[in-house]
Every structure is written in C-alpha cells, then in structure tokens.
C-alpha cells in the first residue's frame, strides 16, 4: 500500500472539506482538548471511503504506520479515521500480538473516552481473542496508574458477548471499585451492563453482592437496561 498516496489525499480532502463553523462546537464537546476540522461523522465517513476506493488490504506494518502518521496530526478526525481503520481490518489480518504496543501507544497519547473506547472494545479486544495468551497483559492493565489504560481493562470485552469470561470481568470491576475517576467508575457500570444481556441474572447477583463496594453511579449503569424492563407493565392478556 503507497501510505504516502494515502495520507496525502486524506489531508487534502479533509482541507478541502474544512467546517469552521462546526470546528468550533466540536473542540468545545470534547473541552477543547483537540482541534477539529469541522466533519460531522456522516461527511467524515463519507470522505473516508473515497479517499480508502480501489486500495488494497494493508499489512500489519501498514496499520502500524497509518495509525502512527494519523496519531501526529492535530485534529481529531485523523485519530477518528485511524480508529475505524484499525476496526475494520485488525481482526481480519490477524495482526499479531506485538501489535498491542501499537494499540497502548495509541490509548496513551490524546488519550480520551472518543478514541479510547473505540481501541479498547474493537481493536484490544479482537487482539485478545485471536491471541488469548494477551489476556494476561489485560491483568497487568487493571492495575495501571493510567486511567485509560484501566478503562481498557475493563472494556476490552464489551463485543465478547457469550465469549465473555464473566469470572474476570468480576474481578476487574472488584480491583477498581474503589477508583474515584469519573471514567473508571462508568467503565466498570458499562460492562456489566452489556454483560447483563447476556447473563442478568449474574449481574444482578453480583451488583448485589457488591453494592458496598462498586459505586452509584457503577451500580446504576451496570442495572440500567434490567430496571427500565422490571419498570415495565406487564403485557394485557390475551383472550383465548
């Protein structure tokens, strides 16, 4: 793949598809940690498969390197490209483990909610499944003095579903319970609650057993989806 072709019109559509005024509100959503060149995610998308028409699969040193060179730009929306890059083809090359480096330099630079969790559930976790020995960097990562990198953690079995392995998504919401950080403490109620569809009765166990432990705002997440169904009427019956 000619990375050099590639950015190179990326940069130039994105120039010419620059929205000032939308620039603006969007830094501000994300507390202007970051620039925007003002593309809604529908126009970005849509200029996003232009500029991707007619090229070829990357290598896994192609994702490597696009990502890199997106990463170095100042507005978000080359991280946001970068993201959904990776997404699409990470699980299908399959990258190797060593490509979880590139994955934690990436969660750990801009590092905020908008690109984390996009990594961590599509990128770190389809990592982990194709290589299941990276579960034990995942344990090395719940302890992790840097939030993001503990949010990934937690988040990294957000699309397992039925793959989950309960037992430690447990444990990882345990070791954190304590945390104060705003975003660890969502973290923790988000990935019970996509748990809860598909074993509730384990979640609701487990928030019970550990409501002094977890936070409110963990506890309330992880039952939102199962409070708003127990809320519900029951269905008329029917004649028969």
């Known amino acids: ?47 996003d498969r232009a500029v991707l028409a007619g090229r070829s699969a990357p290598t896994e040193a192609d994702l490597r390197e696009l990502a890199l060179r997106c990463w170095a730009q100042p507005e978000r929306e080359y991280q946001y490209f970068a993201v959904e890059y990776l997404r699409r083809w990470v699980p299908k090359l399959p990258a190797s483990e060593d490509f979880l480096g590139t994955a934690e330099a990436l969660i750990r630079s ?11 559930a599509h990128v770190v976790g389809p990592l982990v499944l194709l290589h299941p020995t990276l579960v034990l960097t995942m344990d090395d990562w719940i302890d992790s003095p840097d939030l993001w990198i503990a949010r990934t953690a937690i988040l990294h079995q957000l699309a397992y579903k ?24 969502k973290a923790i109620g988000w990935a019970l609650r996509q748990y809860s569809r598909v074993d509730e009765e384990a979640v609701r166990g487990f928030v019970a057993a550990n409501s002094g432990s977890l936070s409110p705002l963990s506890c309330r997440e992880a039952l939102v989806w199962l409070s708003r169904r127990d809320r519900r009427p029951p269905a008329p019956a029917t004649r028969t």
Not at 13 to 42: C, K, T, V, W
Not at 110 to 120: F, I, M, N, P, R
Not at 166 to 179: G, M, P, Q, T, W
């Open 162 to 185: 039925d793959r989950t392995d309960a037992d430690r998504l447990f444990a990882y919401c345990l070791r954190r319970a304590s945390e104060r950080d705003f975003f660890i403490r």
């Open 1 to 47: 793949m000619d990375l050099d072709a590639l950015v190179a019109e990326l940069t130039e559509r994105y120039g010419n598809a620059r929205d000032e005024a939308r620039a603006g509100p969007m830094a501000a959503y994300l507390r202007h940690q970051f620039a925007f060149i003002g593309l809604g995610s529908q126009a970005r998308r849509t200029v």
């Open 110 to 120: 801009k590092s905020w909610w908008d690109t984390v969790d996009e990594l961590a």
